[in-house]
T-cell receptor, first 114, second 109 residues
Framework: ETGVTQTPRHLVMGMTNKKSLKCEQHLGHNAMYWYKQSAKKPLELMFVYSLEERVENNSVPSRFSPECPNSSHLFLHLHTLQPEDSALYLC?????????????FGNGTRLTVT | GQNIDQPTEMTATEGAIVQINCTYQTSGFNGLFWYQQHAGEAPTFLSYNVLDGLEEKGRFSSFLSRSKGYSYLLLKELQMKDSASYLCAVRGDDYKLSFGAGTTVTVRA
């Protein structure tokens, strides 16, 4: 139990589908993140929310749309994805104003785009 | 940009010691983190270094040299459950964490 819960664990979708990934943190943190993890590559930061305000959008294509309704919940809305978007999508949270605050990750959603 | 290098794979025997090196070139430095990630699971926090020297936590130790842009994670008395990927991450002056590609450690009986 990491304190960060992601659903679903696995998702298969066609290129014309619309789906959403959900993340919830129970740690009282004030910052939340979406990362993409592809095989043999470094984790890629996609979005950062601090105090529910988006502070980072790392040149992510518009087919990925984040939403942070409150400090405990984070969504990633997906539409018209490409096969190269298949990856593990990790949500994380931290206490954003402390340098030594580590990221706490969820177990991720394994996404396959067909 | 940020550049973080670590070996792709390492293999060691149960009970042995393994040292995973990480070198970094980043814009500023506000700390270095090590994470462990088992297959299909979340990365979990192992250690944090911001000052030069060695931090010890049980069987795991982490070392930092800021002048050399270098860190290592030392795993002692290896156990089968230590087979995992180990991620080095650096917080730069933008306060974002940049990750290396990870080192897969395989522990053999």
């Amino acid at each position: 139990e990491t304190g960060v819960t992601q659903t679903p664990r696995h998702l298969v979708m066609g290129m014309t589908n619309k789906k959403s990934l959900k993340c919830e943190q129970h740690l009282g943190h004030n910052a939340m993140y979406w990362y993409k993890q592809s095989a043999k590559k470094p984790l890629e930061l996609m979005f950062v929310y601090s105090l529910e305000e988006r502070v980072e959008n790392n040149s992510v294509p518009s087919r990925f749309s984040p939403e942070c309704p409150n400090s405990s919940h984070l969504f990633l809305h997906l539409h018209t994805l490409q096969p190269e978007d298949s990856a593990l999508y990790l949500c994380a949270s931290s206490q954003g104003d402390r340098n030594n605050s580590p990221l706490h990750f969820g177990n991720g959603t394994r996404l396959t785009v067909t | 940009g940020q550049n973080i290098d670590q070996p792709t794979e390492m293999t060691a025997t149960e009970g042995a010691i393994v040292q995973i090196n990480c070198t970094y070139q980043t814009s500023g430095f506000n700390g270095l983190f090590w994470y462990q990630q088992h297959a299909g699971e979340a990365p979990t926090f192992l250690s944090y270094n911001v000052l030069d020297g060695l931090e010890e936590k049980g069987r795991f130790s982490s070392f930092l040299s800021r002048s050399k842009g270098y860190s290592y994670l030392l795993l002692k008395e290896l156990q089968m459950k230590d087979s995992a990927s180990y991620l080095c991450a650096v917080r730069g002056d933008d306060y974002k964490l940049s990750f290396g590609a990870g080192t897969t450690v395989t522990v053999r009986a």
